[in-house]
């Protein structure tokens, strides 16, 4: 069975820092893109960054440039979203997704996904 875990979201303080991570099972997602993705709330799902999980290239979206890493250790098949400077219109659920064609900010491309994790940003 597949599974994608999120952890590690929570309420901080605007201008704060939290790192997401999203443990992976079931499969080995070595050819897989790793994916995270935000839903604000009344909002729809929206692209925040990606890891090639190959090739090792990351994207993010413009708003989160500069503030968020994406980062992966094949060792613990684990991805990680380092989320720094952090701002109340980040406020949001975080999903952890993962896909093996497609485009990387596509949504419709991922074929797994977690369950989400909770940050919100105080001002």
């Known amino acids: 069975q597949v599974q994608l875990i999120e952890s590690g979201g929570g309420l901080v303080q605007a201008g704060g820092s939290l790192r997401l991570s999203c443990a992976t099972s079931g499969r080995t997602f070595s050819s897989y893109t790793m994916g995270w993705f935000r839903r604000a709330p009344g909002k729809e799902r929206d692209f925040v960054a990606a890891?090639?999980?190959?090739?090792?290239?990351?994207f993010y979206a413009d708003s989160v440039k500069g503030r968020f890493t994406i980062s992966r250790d094949n060792a613990k098949n684990t991805v990680y979203l380092q989320m720094n400077s952090l701002k109340p219109e980040d406020t949001a659920v975080y999903y952890c997704?993962?896909?093996?064609?497609?485009?990387?900010?596509?949504?419709?491309?991922?074929?797994?996904w977690g369950q989400g994790t909770q940050v919100t940003a105080s001002s």
């Open positions: 890891f090639s999980w190959s090739g090792g290239s990351s």
């Open positions: 997704a993962a896909r093996r064609y497609g485009t990387y900010w596509n949504q419709a491309d991922y074929e797994y």
